[in-house]
């Protein structure tokens, strides 16, 4: 696995840590005069994610520069890779801005499907941690991967994965079929200690969960409505999609269990063939910006990669990952083994889930 591509322990934190970067040459400005009639394509999350970015990262920005901006809403958390590589591969693709998992992200530097960015057309580098720049775009929207558990059913809060374990919640449960892998990831963390591999004893421990499944969520809306209508009790869920939901009155609370978290960011890439690569490029500097990325972390508690932004005391218990100390207690990830594995790890999974 290259470097990279890697967020390990060392490299998050000498990232976290590193100085600010001298300042970079500004790119064209994008005027209104110059942007009129001029249409942006991007892909946007679904659920309170996709309305955030909506009305803090796109609105502003065709409010600041006269770009209309059209939406393609993803279902889940991933855009469709496989219709994506098709599209680049035929000289058509059909967005702009992709914003993906590190999963997409390695198949698509595999695959060829992202353009450079030189570090010249993205002034607002300088005030990014250096780990979060990769050399197709940068990894914005910080988010924690740990339990979701509804306060009013739930007399004492959990405190480590094993709890979903608990005979106590038989059928009050959710997993994610959304990122299976991380899900799968979660179980090697109880029965092993650490992510990988998966393999018999992971899906072993799986089948143990089985009695206190409910159901396995698809996206991040499903998982929000699970929690507002009280469906469950635990739910592996991100940390962006409870606390919007506790500040609306929904009795849920989020916790960091003790054999780890993972915590996840998402590049912001431009496919190749691309129809407007210099839009694209001023609208993924304009996200990284302080007032963007403030919203993010105010609006949806994801922490941000810009160092300019400031966490209140309320505000960062909430992002989990505010300081480099609370970075390093998340459990690192090995994103090509996954994507290797992944295929057999879908075979196994769907095999489960009928057995």
Known sequence: M??????SRRSALKGLGALAAAPLAAPAVITR???????????????????????????????????????????????????????????????DVIPMQMTDYVFGVRNNLFQTIDAKDMPEYANLYPSYITPHGPKLVLWSYGIGYNTEKVKTPPTKWADLWDPQYKGKVALNEALFDQALEMVNLVVKGKPLPVDDATFAALTKLR???????????????????????????????????????????????????????????????????????????????????????EKLFYASPNKKVVYSPEIAKRVVVSTPEELARAVPEDYEAIVDNLPEWRRRWDAWKQS
């Not at 679904?46 to 970015?53: A, F, P, Q, T, W």
């Not at 994506?84 to 035929?90: E, L």
């Not at 929904?250 to 190749?272: K, L, M, N, Y």
């Open 2 to 7: 290259t470097d990279k591509i890697r967020l």
């Open 33 to 95: 005069s110059l942007a009129a009639g001029e249409t942006l394509v991007v892909y946007n999350f679904d659920g309170l994610l996709g309305k955030v970015i909506k009305d803090h990262w796109i609105d502003p920005f065709t409010q600041k520069t006269g770009v209309k901006v059209e939406v393609l809403t993803m279902q889940g958390s991933s855009p469709p890779m496989a219709k994506i590589k098709a599209q680049v591969d035929a000289g058509r693709p059909d967005a």
């Open 211 to 297: 009695p206190n499944l409910a159901t396995l969520w698809t996206t991040g809306a499903q998982a929000e409505q699970l929690i507002r209508s009280g469906e469950v009790s635990l739910i592996a869920v991100w940390n962006g999609r409870v606390y919007p939901l506790k500040d609306q009155g929904v009795p849920i609370d989020f916790v960091s269990p003790q054999e780890g978290f993972f915590t996840r960011a998402d590049p912001f890439c431009i496919p190749r063939g691309a129809r407007n690569p210099d839009l694209a490029k001023a609208f993924i500097n304009f996200s990284c910006t302080v007032a963007p990325q403030q919203a993010m972390a």
